[in-house]
C-alpha cells in the first residue's frame, strides 16, 4: 500500500530564507508524486508533479522538489521565502495514471513567514 | 480550459438534518471525480470516487452518501447529518488517462 509522511506539521523560517518541506513516500510501484499548496479556506492549487521524468521539477512560485528514489523522497524546497508563501502544503502519492487516480496525501505541513 | 465549481460554499446545518453538496465540472468529458473532507488540523480523507455516471466507490464507511447523475456532476449527501460531520469538504476531477487532481474551491460545513 503507498503512503506518505511528512516530517514536521509546522515549519516557520524568515523572510529571504531557504524553504525546506520534506516528504518521504511508500509505493510498490514507480510512484507519481505532487506537491501542492491551501491558502486558508480555499481549495488545493498544484504546485508541481513529477510523472517520471526529470527528477528535479521546477513548479509554480518558485519551488522545486526533487524526486530520490535511493532515499524514496520528494523535498520541497525553495530557495527565498517570502510573505505570501505562508500556507498549507500537502504531498501527495498515487499509483499512476491507472483507472482509478487516487492520491494519498500527507497530514501537511503549515509554513510560516517571519518578516 | 476547465473549472470546477463547489456549492455552496459555507454551510451551517442543525445535527440530524439532511445535507446535499453539488460539485460541477466544465470543459471536460468523463472525468474522474472525487470528494475529501478536510477535518480541522487533519489531513485529507478520500470519502468517495467516481470512474463514470452511476459508478460510485466509497473508500470509509460513514454517515455520508455520494451519487453522479450526470457526467460532471457529482452529489455529496446525508439523510441526518452528525457532528462529527462537521469540515471542509473538497470536490476534484481528474481528465481519464491523465496523472493530476484539480480541486474546486471546497464546501465549509459546521454541524451545530
Known amino acids: 500500500a503507498q503512503s506518505v509522511t511528512q516530517l514536521g506539521s509546522h515549519v516557520s523560517v524568515s523572510e529571504g530564507a531557504l524553504v525546506l518541506l520534506r516528504c518521504n513516500y511508500s509505493?510498490?510501484?514507480?510512484?507519481?508524486l505532487f506537491w501542492y499548496v491551501q491558502y486558508p479556506n480555499q481549495g488545493l492549487q498544484l504546485l508541481l508533479k513529477?510523472?517520471?521524468?526529470?527528477?528535479l521539477v521546477k513548479g509554480i512560485n518558485g519551488f522545486e522538489a526533487e524526486f530520490k528514489k535511493s532515499e524514496t523522497s520528494f523535498h520541497l524546497t525553495k530557495p527565498s521565502a517570502h510573505m505570501s508563501d505562508a500556507a498549507e502544503y500537502f504531498c501527495?502519492?498515487?499509483?499512476?495514471?491507472?483507472?482509478?487516480?487516487?492520491?494519498?496525501f500527507g497530514q501537511g505541513t503549515t509554513l510560516q513567514v517571519k518578516p | 480550459s476547465q473549472t470546477i465549481h463547489q456549492w455552496p460554499a459555507t454551510l451551517v446545518q442543525p445535527v440530524g438534518s439532511p445535507l446535499s453538496l453539488e460539485c460541477t465540472v466544465e470543459?471536460?468529458?468523463?472525468?474522474?471525480l472525487y470528494w475529501y473532507r478536510q477535518a480541522a488540523g487533519r489531513g485529507l480523507q478520500l470519502l468517495f470516487y467516481?470512474?463514470?455516471?452511476?459508478?460510485i466507490s466509497s473508500e470509509v464507511p460513514q454517515n455520508l452518501s455520494a451519487s453522479r447523475p450526470q457526467d460532471r456532476q457529482f452529489i455529496l449527501s446525508s439523510k441526518k447529518l452528525l457532528l462529527s460531520d462537521s469540515g471542509f469538504y473538497l470536490c476534484?476531477?481528474?481528465?481519464?488517462?491523465?496523472?493530476?487532481?484539480?480541486f474546486g474551491p471546497g464546501t465549509r460545513l459546521l454541524v451545530l
Open positions: 467516481s470512474v463514470g455516471i452511476g459508478q
Open positions: 501527495a502519492v498515487s499509483e499512476g495514471s491507472g483507472n482509478t487516480g487516487k492520491l494519498i
Open positions: 470543459g471536460t468529458s468523463n472525468p474522474n
Open positions: 476534484a476531477w481528474r481528465g481519464r488517462g491523465r496523472e493530476t487532481q484539480y
Open positions: 513529477y510523472t517520471s521524468a526529470a527528477t
Open positions: 509505493s510498490s510501484v514507480p510512484p507519481y
